[in-house]
């Protein structure tokens, strides 16, 4: 909040004629900075100052407002510039985790699960087809009868797992 006394101030300037110009302090205090700033600024030709050294105050708030957005927008470009590098950084540190942990054996590649899974598949399939012939030579009591219903009904359970992919 601006006290009454500056807001007064600023109202006498707005409505008034401008003077002549303001000390480096007497701009600082305007702006809110050290009177060395305000030099500074000058020196790099941000504020525009007289041959006496002085500053005209309005010319010298807008130009010091004008640099500051502008400021502002570079923050902000850079902000965004920033934000692109930490994504980056991370994608590659997760690239060299992934490199790593495949080098220490930690991950298997899809296609190689792939082939041990069907392997182990084909081996299960092949045991429940080989089923009823087991049972009829354990189970002498079974009639030819019994020994096709149960092939087929172990290809039934082979068909519907298969359908299910």
């Known amino acids: 909040m601006i006290p009454k006394t500056e807001m007064a101030e600023i109202d006498a300037l707005v409505g008034g ?11 600082a205090e305007w ?9 500074t600024l000058a020196r790099q030709g941000v504020i525009p100052r007289n041959a006496d050294k002085r500053f005209p105050l309005r010319a010298a708030v807008k130009a010091y407002c004008e640099h500051a957005r502008a400021g502002a927008t ?5 902000s965004e510039l920033a ?3 930490l994504r ?9 985790a992934f490199a790593n942990a495949r080098a220490r ?6 296609a190689e699960v792939e082939r041990e ?5 084909r081996d299960v399939r092949a045991a429940f087809l080989a089923l009823p012939s ?3 030579g354990k189970l002498g009591h079974l009639t030819p009868h019994d020994l096709a219903a149960l092939d087929a009904e172990v290809r039934d359970v082979l068909m519907e797992l298969a359908e299910h992919e």
């Not at 002549?20 to 007497?26: D, R, Y």
């Not at 570079?74 to 850079?78: F, I, K, S, T």
């Not at 899974?117 to 598949?121: H, I, K, S």
């Open 17 to 27: 004629p401008e003077p002549e110009g303001v000390t480096a302090g007497e701009l």
């Open 31 to 39: 702006l809110g900075l050290t009177a060395n700033r305000v030099s």
């Open 83 to 85: 934000a692109e590098k």
């Open 105 to 110: 054996s930690e991950l298997i590649a899809a």
């Open 88 to 96: 980056l950084a991370k994608e590659q540190a997760d690239k060299i």
């Open 134 to 136: 087991r049972a009829a």
């Open 117 to 121: 899974w069907a392997g182990v598949l």
């Open 74 to 78: 570079g923050r902000r470009a850079d």
